[in-house]
């Protein structure tokens, strides 16, 4: 069960301008209200009508006793701009704005609420207060479609809750010959998200002072159920489960003000020789319960990871945009690659942390490449740990929010799938598909200098993270385009 991410609430609160009869904001957000229990969603009406500043601090006041952590401000007609920013800007959680549409043809005298019109001045408004609030495409619509609106961003408003309310823990000092998760993190306190950065010692010692704990024998008994046939080392998950006890006493100690946490930590090639194994499947496993485990002490990778967590409710992964398909595999597995482009296609893999959920047949195995740097490529024994298995097939988003080196926030998204192609490789990997992968790889990720690791969601959710990011202030997010969309720096005599 996944408990780090927000449990949202919504208020509606509806807003009237005071020469537009009250009673129609307040039928037809009744009416949102309906349509927005039919499809579950957490919605509470706030009973104030905002028609005049003064209504404000009631509609707060009312809000904070609801336990309401997420708005919606709802034009049922034209509604006073003023007051409605200042609502927005007053709440300190993330506000959606939505307008209602026209209903009927003989109602268009007494019955027609502008808000259609209402919400220009209200967007002007918001501007000149320099609030950012949620704008569903098409941000009118009568009460069943409105619903549908608010259901939009209940995923979007999970994650700048998340994001406001989380701790990054991070372990060691980012390797050497991985500058590229070596970004300022600076900009993570300005997104309100705190980091508690500890050493490869501090580590070290919660690992050994969790030693006999009482709860490593439940441990144990839950990774060898899970594991099942794949526990091809039981006498390795001693120190595996000693090892997720220590981080979880850490997690609960020093979350402090934080509602929820995740870690970034270093991994490899210390880490091996004191601990005695590879910590993979224990990132593993917390990943599955909502904790991400980042590896390589990727902090933004951690943050990404989580976003991807609030945005589908399922546990994400973090893996290397790693390699190309080689041509006979992809002529040998037509029939399940479809219309994709060998530029379409690439791998993705790490070591062994993607949860057991997302793999077919996840085993307990060994880190090769750590075995031939650490082993000589003998028999592996410190480096153990890992969990590999072929990524399950089905949705997925590949995305990423970094900061640069001059601070700024940039971030892309793209959607595609993992599909049912046995990669015939070793680590948690996958032969994942995205249209136009090979102009999205030159033109964004090389082109902005985007790191190897990529966040993964098992989920399309590309809608609820360009919203997140946008609302954040990123302004720079790169999305794959389709060949009738160039992007800037593609060279158009290009074959």
Partial sequence: MINNIPKIVLGVVAVSRDCFPLELSQRRRDKVYEECQKLGLPVVVIKTIVEKEADVQKAIEEIRANGINALVVYLGNFGPEGPSSLLAQEFSGPVMFVAAAEEKAANLIHGRGDAFCGLLSASYNLGLRGVRVFLPE???????????????????????????????????????????????????????????????????????????????????????????????????????????????????????????????????????????????????????????????????????????????????????????????????????????????????????????????????????????????????????GTLEGRLRPGEVTIFRLQATASMQLKAYIAEGQVLDVDPRSFGSIGVLAIKEMGRFYRHVLLEKRFPHHTAVAFKHCGGSLFSAFRLLGVEDIGVNQPLSLPYPSENPFSS
């Fill in 138 to 384: 098409y941000p009118v619509g009568t009460p069943p479609e409105v619903a549908q609106k608010i259901a939009e961003f209940l995923p979007v408003a999970r994650i700048l809750v998340g994001l406001k309310n989380l701790k990054i823990f991070s372990f060691g000092p980012r390797p050497q010959d991985f500058f590229a998760c070596n970004a300022p993190i600076k900009p993570l306190f300005d997104l309100g998200v705190e980091i508690m950065e500890n050493s490869e010692l501090d580590l070290y010692e919660l690992y050994r002072q969790a030693e006999g704990e009482a709860r490593i024998k439940d441990v144990i008994q839950d990774m060898a159920q899970e594991l099942g046939p794949g526990n091809t080392y039981p006498d390795l998950l001693p120190k595996l489960a000693q090892y997720e006890v220590a981080l979880l006493n850490f997690f609960h100690h020093h979350l402090g003000r934080s509602q929820f946490g995740v870690f970034a930590n270093k991994c490899w090639p210390a880490f091996e020789s004191y601990f005695g194994f590879v910590p993979c499947y224990v990132n593993a496993r917390l990943a599955s319960r909502g904790i991400p485990v980042a590896c390589e002490v990727d902090i933004y990778g951690a943050l990404s990871e989580y976003m991807g967590l609030c945005a589908t409710q399922l546990p994400a992964t973090l893996l290397d945009i790693n390699n190309t398909v080689p041509q006979d595999m992809i002529e040998q597995a037509k029939d399940k690659i479809g219309d994709y482009k060998p530029t379409d296609l690439f791998m993705g893999f790490h070591c062994g942390n993607t949860p057991n959920c997302c793999l077919v047949n996840g085993t307990l195995k060994y880190q090769l490449i750590m075995n031939r740097l650490l082993e000589g490529g003998e028999e592996p024994d410190i480096t153990r």
